[in-house]
């Protein structure tokens, strides 16, 4: 942990999550995108792997922080490859961090309204959920496809807060990008955690500034635990 506050629960009333690097292991994404996608695209080609991502980088970088960075359709037929059945194909890469599952468990133990709020296209979503069945750890799945703007827009948080009932100065968000972490923070959410080694694989990237950070999702266990064993959850002791 740094040396930020950890959240007072009793001030919490909702806790939205993303769901790759935060909840799910950054190392699928990484490897589908960063090395299966660009070796696929290019063998169709007849591009090794280095003239591929030379090719693919710049496409892909015109359209990051952006809705069509996030969706399936576009690159499947951006690509010309069937993204989803590639996905599909590699789902037995697909986890959740460590300890992320329990922390989820201990939330709806509080009592707390747990909403997932993700980039990703329902598609992937539906990919993710069939293989961790993630969706029973969660009150609601938000995909900011349904708004039309990603979580990097200040329009996203507004959609957030009126269409979901999500009352932003008592609720409790964590991402591991520092873009959406930003614009969270500029829509005055209450609090925020960045989760600094999204892939288990990677080593810890450094904090973006003036913004919490936690390796993982998992060591925001350690208040949740504090906070019952001070007697203030549901699953306290009998006096
Ligand atoms: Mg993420």
């Keep these: 942990m740094s040396d930020f506050p950890l959240p007072d629960w009793s001030r919490i009333d ?7 690097g935060t909840v799910l292991d950054l190392h699928f994404d990484n490897l589908f995108w960063l090395e299966v996608l660009p070796r696929r695209w290019g063998a169709a080609r007849g591009l090794d792997f280095d003239a591929a991502m ?3 980088k710049p496409r892909f970088d015109a359209k990051r922080g ?3 960075w996030y969706c399936v359709d576009h690159w499947s037929e951006e690509l010309g490859l069937d993204i989803p059945a590639l996905k599909h194909e590699l789902r037995d890469e697909i986890r959740y961090l460590e300890g992320a599952a329990d922390f989820l468990d201990l939330l709806r133990g509080l009592g707390k309204r747990v909403l997932l709020t993700t980039n990703a296209h329902p598609l992937s979503l539906r990919v993710k959920d069939s293989q961790t069945q993630l969706s029973r750890h969660f009150d ?4 900011s496809h349904d708004f039309g703007v990603p979580k990097e827009r ?4 507004l959609e957030l807060a009126r269409r979901h ?4 100065a008592r609720t409790l968000f964590v991402d591991d990008s520092a873009a959406v972490l930003q614009a969270a923070h500029r829509a005055q959410v209450a609090w925020i955690y960045q989760v600094l080694q999204p ?4 080593p810890p990237h450094p904090p973006v500034a003036g913004i919490a950070g936690v390796r993982r999702l998992a060591d925001l266990r350690d208040s949740v635990l504090a906070q019952l064993s001070a007697g203030a959850g549901p699953e306290s002791p009998p006096p």
């Design 165 to 168: 009932d999500v009352p932003l």
């Design 66 to 68: 952006t809705l069509d």
């Design 14 to 20: 909702v806790v939205c999550l993303d769901m790759d």
């Design 199 to 202: 892939d288990s694989t990677r």
């Design 140 to 143: 609601e799945l938000v995909s």
């Design 54 to 56: 030379t090719q693919l």
């Design 154 to 157: 200040p329009e996203f948080w």
